[in-house]
């Protein structure tokens, strides 16, 4: 039920500090990792991980990639359903198959999964319902722990797959011996993301008068950021474009000179992420060079990189793990954009909530 909220989306925005929280206690045990331990000897035992997704799971494990390479120190290729299954590349020797699938019912990861299953392979299903098609046809299942999620627009189950990620490659790292692994302080993390979502969370009214100023009346809008921002910028623009129906991208902020940067003129809202330590200047000049040409451009930069005059701060983040809570922000703000339209916020046109056609 929607208990005294007007929207599920809502709703399930505001559960993710209690998602992160429940995901950490369920997977720690104290400082041990709770996760099967056969598993975690097959999936350390790969040579590549093939993370195969669609829509915001595609953009979790986007994410994923980074925390699985500096954390169990393995190569992962990111993979989205509909190609993968019909241009198959070739494969490494000893792969290892992750599905990423709020509903664990998708079409296009299921006809992976299966080709998967004939050639014999292993898999490994992060879903948020345990007995969907994908998590019984897998190898296995880690669960994700969002509680159901209504909304058609995935929020909750995008951080809760980012956090579940971060469990397993801990796991595979120390595993493996590797020192990232053993350094991080996930539970740390988590209980820091916690508290750092429900910051934003309270501050909904904020976010509510920036869909306001930068989104009224306008038909397109631009998310750019550097590495990890640059994946998270991807499913920020999809959650404004799947429930406002304004036109939005995300840019690597790099791209742009190669020819994006001819759609800004006057007034065109852009929205700039600065959480990547290494791309944080570069983006700076960026946002100068669209500020130039006319760019309504709000920053969204971590607490670390925030300059004077930047409008939203994120509060201090693990920033392989960061899209976890500066994503909340465009959460809120494709929330809003939408309600001002008069649009349905939960069940956006032409869309469901899980899609089992091909
Ligand atoms: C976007 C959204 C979709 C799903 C996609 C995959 O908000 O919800 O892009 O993420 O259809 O669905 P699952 O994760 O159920 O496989």
Known sequence: SKGTYDTFMLKEIDEQPAVMRKISSHYFDGKKINVDQKMLKDV???????IVAAGTSYHAALVGKDIFENLADVPVDVELASEFG???????????????SQSGETADSRQVLVKVNELGFHSLTMTNVPNSTLSREATYTMELLAGPEIAVASTKAYTANIAVEAVLAKAMGELKGVKAAK??????????????IQTIVDEKDKFNKIADDYLTGKNDAFYIGRGIDYALSLEAALKL???SYIHSEGFAAGELKHGTISLIEKDTPVFAYI???????????????VTARGA????????????KGDQVIIPEINEMISPIVSVVPAQLIAYYASLARGNNVDQPRNLAKSVTVE
């Open 44 to 50: 350390a035992d790969a040579d590549r991980l093939y």
């Open 275 to 289: 959480n990547d330590g290494i791309g944080a200047a570069h983006t700076r000049g960026n946002i100068q060079e």
């Open 86 to 100: 019909y241009h198959m590349p070739k494969l490494s020797k000893k792969p290892f198959f992750i599905f990423l």
């Open 296 to 307: 309504h451009v709000l920053v969204i930069a971590s607490k670390k990189y925030a300059e």
């Open 241 to 243: 474009k799947e429930i």
């Open 183 to 196: 350094d991080l302080d996930l539970q740390g993390q988590l209980a820091l993301a916690a508290n750092a």
